[in-house]
C-alpha cells in the first residue's frame, strides 16, 4: 500500500461542466501521474510532475490540465468535459532514488468518470 | 516511441496448472524496465514483477516468473499452479530509464479467467 488516494470514486457529470479530480498521497513521494484506462487501449499517460509546480504533458493531454502546489495532492482538471473524457483514471507515484526505487510506479484506486 | 503488444486478448486456464501470457515490445533504448501489472475486477493495479534489462538473470516472484529475451524483445510471464484469485486482466509495461522520473507505456493486457 503505497498510501495513495483518489477523490471522488465515481463521478457522473454532463458534457461542457469542470471536472476536477484528486490524487492524495501520504508518503511524501516527488513524482506523480495521471493515467487514463480505455477498453482496447491499456493505460496511457495524459500528465506526470517531478515535483511542486512541476508537471509536464504525457500521450494524451489534450483536453486535460493538471496542478500541484503541495507534494501530495495532484489535481487533473477537465476544463469542459466531453463524452470522449468518460473513463477511468488512475494517479500514481513513484518514489525517490535511494528510498525506494524510482523505477516503479504505485496505482491509486482509481477514478470511475462518466460524462453524459 | 516504444510501443507494447500483448497479442492474446483472452485467455483461460484450469486452476493448478500453468499458463504464460506473451508481450513483445518494440524500443531502441538499452537501459529500460519491464514489468506485468495485475488488475483484479476491484480495478486496483497491481505490480507482481519487474525485469532491468542490463540482467540476464529472469524474475521470479513466488509463483510468478518471467521469460526475458531481450535480442527478441519478447518478456512473458508464467505463472505456475494457478489460483482462482489470479483472474484478472494482466498488463505488460515498458520503462524508459530517465535520470529521476519514469513514464509507462502498456500493452493492451490480456484477461486471464482461471477455472476450478
Known amino acids: 500500500d503505497a498510501g495513495i488516494t483518489q477523490s471522488p470514486r465515481h463521478k457522473v457529470t454532463e458534457t461542457g461542466t469542470p471536472v476536477t479530480l484528486r490524487c492524495h498521497q501520504t508518503?511524501?513521494?516527488?513524482?506523480m501521474y495521471w493515467y487514463r484506462q480505455d477498453p482496447g487501449h491499456g493505460l496511457r499517460l495524459i500528465h506526470y510532475?517531478?515535483?511542486?509546480?512541476?508537471?509536464d504533458k504525457g500521450e494524451v493531454s489534450d483536453g486535460y490540465s493538471v496542478s500541484r502546489s503541495k507534494t501530495e495532492d495532484f489535481l487533473l482538471t477537465l476544463e469542459s468535459a466531453t463524452s470522449s473524457q468518460t473513463s477511468v483514471y488512475f494517479c500514481?507515484?513513484?518514489?525517490?532514488?535511494?528510498?525506494?526505487?524510482?523505477?516503479?510506479?504505485?496505482f491509486g484506486p482509481g477514478t470511475r468518470l462518466t460524462v453524459t | 516511441a516504444q510501443t507494447v503488444t500483448q497479442s492474446q486478448p483472452e485467455m483461460s486456464v484450469q486452476e493448478a496448472e500453468t499458463v504464460t501470457l506473451s508481450c513483445t515490445y518494440d524500443t531502441s533504448e538499452s537501459n529500460y524496465y519491464l514489468f506485468w501489472y495485475k488488475q483484479p475486477p476491484s480495478r486496483q493495479m497491481i505490480l507482481v514483477i519487474r525485469?532491468?534489462?542490463?540482467?540476464?538473470q529472469n524474475a521470479t516472484e513466488n509463483r510468478f516468473s518471467v521469460n526475458f529475451q531481450k535480442a527478441a524483445k519478447s518478456f512473458s510471464l508464467k505463472i505456475s499452479d494457478s489460483q482462482l484469485g489470479d483472474t484478472a486482466m494482466y498488463f505488460c509495461?515498458?520503462?524508459?530509464?530517465?535520470?529521476?522520473?519514469?513514464?509507462?507505456?502498456f500493452g493492451k493486457g490480456t484477461m486471464l479467467l482461471v477455472s476450478p
Open positions: 525485469q532491468e534489462a542490463y540482467k540476464q
Open positions: 500514481a507515484i513513484s518514489a525517490e532514488r535511494g528510498l525506494r526505487s524510482s523505477y516503479e510506479q504505485y
Open positions: 509495461a515498458f520503462m524508459k530509464r530517465n535520470s529521476g522520473y519514469s513514464t509507462l507505456t
Open positions: 508518503e511524501n513521494h516527488r513524482y
Open positions: 510532475s517531478y515535483g511542486v509546480k512541476d508537471t
